[in-house]
């Protein structure tokens, strides 16, 4: 596991610098636009979600499937390492930013702490959510159909969840902090059935 994880580090490599200027553009952004700088930042799991689906794109190109078919590797572990690198950078992305926002805002005073844990909920909860959808095609069909569905959930996403944080900002009256802590949890659980979903239909597919 942790080879597979080291693996998937070293391949990436090449391609910091886009997460490093695409970082920078975030933070040039909130700092010209008029909206609070510290929500900005929410932007930064998204470059996680690109060295996600970076790896596996790397992967199909080089035949990675194949190969590990053949390595002492069982195909619970290889589907196994792919969930937890995509678990492990969604939370970091989202505590890191979450920290880094709460600084911040403790110098601009733009918002409130329960408006950032709660974005922060709903984000972790809705990048989970998408790997529910996204892991079990890329890992068990293509990446270029997986792409499709990582559109359409993004859209899906765009069209629901974005509209109904606006109306809370602005909403005189919001629900209380554990509506919004039961997003992640339940994005867990969807998460860990997609999980073993995955398994089942891996150890099915002939490479």
């Known amino acids: 596991m942790r080879g597979l994880l080291q693996r998937d ?27 609070p700088f510290a929500i900005s930042l929410f932007g930064a799991p998204l470059m996680g979600l690109f060295f996600i689906v970076n790896t596996f794109a790397i992967d199909e190109k080089a035949n990675w499937q194949q190969f590990a078919n053949i390595l002492p590797i069982t195909r619970e572990l290889y589907v196994k390492s792919r969930y937890v690198m995509s678990f492990w950078i969604n939370t970091i992305t989202h505590i890191s930013t979450f920290c880094i926002a709460f600084l911040l805002n403790l110098m601009e005073k733009e918002l409130s702490l329960f408006l950032l844990i709660s974005a922060t909920s709903v984000s972790y909860g809705v990048f989970i959510f998408i790997f529910v959808f ?10 270029q159909f997986a792409q499709w569905i990582l ?15 606006l109306l809370l900002i602005v909403a005189e009256t919001v629900p209380s902090i554990f509506v919004f802590l039961t997003v992640p949890v339940i994005a867990l659980l969807l998460f860990y059935i997609s999980y073993r979903i995955c398994v089942y239909k891996y150890n099915e597919k002939d490479l």
Do not use: D
Request: hydrophobic share 65%; aromatic share 14%.
């Open 9 to 35: 580090w070293y391949i990436n490599r090449i391609h910091w610098w886009f997460i490093v200027a695409s970082f920078t553009l975030i933070i040039s952004i909130a700092l010209i636009s008029e909206g």
């Open 151 to 165: 559109i359409i959930v993004l859209l899906i996403i765009s069209a629901s969840v974005l509209p109904l944080l």
């Open 134 to 143: 996204y892991l079990p095609v890329v890992i068990n069909k293509s990446t």
